[in-house]
Nanobody, 117 residues
Framework: QVHLVESGGGLVQAGGSLRLSCVVSGRELGRNVMGWYRQAPGKQRELVVLFTSDGSTNSADSVKGRFTISRDNAKNMVYLQMNNLKLEDTGVYYC???????????WGQGTQVTVSS
């Protein structure tokens, strides 16, 4: 079975930084699609940034220049470096792992990020 576990969330002041981590067990990262999504209170889950199967990245306009996704295939981990955090970045951040060959997406349990003024 595939399991994803996120960590690194917390409370941070606006302008600060956080680094989220996601460890995947049960399957190698390989060329599968890895990404981060978030869900703010009362809103739908939205894409933050992801690695596509060809290794390129797609990110939401709201985080470009501030958030960076990276991966360590040897450790089966994906990271999200978040800089210059804003109040609107508050939400639960989820790691996702999409396996195109079986058309299935796996999700972590989420980690809370709260940005205060």
């Amino acid at each position: 079975q595939v399991h994803l576990v996120e960590s690194g969330g917390g409370l941070v002041q606006a302008g600060g930084s956080l680094r989220l981590s996601c460890v995947v067990s049960g399957r190698e990262l390989g060329r599968n699609v890895m990404g981060w999504y978030r869900q703010a209170p009362g809103k739908q889950r939205e894409l933050v940034v992801l690695f596509t199967s060809d290794g390129s990245t797609n990110s939401a306009d709201s985080v470009k220049g501030r958030f960076t996704i990276s991966r360590d295939n040897a450790k089966n981990m994906v990271y999200l470096q978040m800089n210059n955090l804003k109040l609107e970045d508050t939400g639960v951040y989820y790691c996702s792992f999409y396996v195109p060959t079986i058309d299935r997406t796996y999700w972590g349990q989420g980690t809370q990020v709260t940005v205060s003024s």
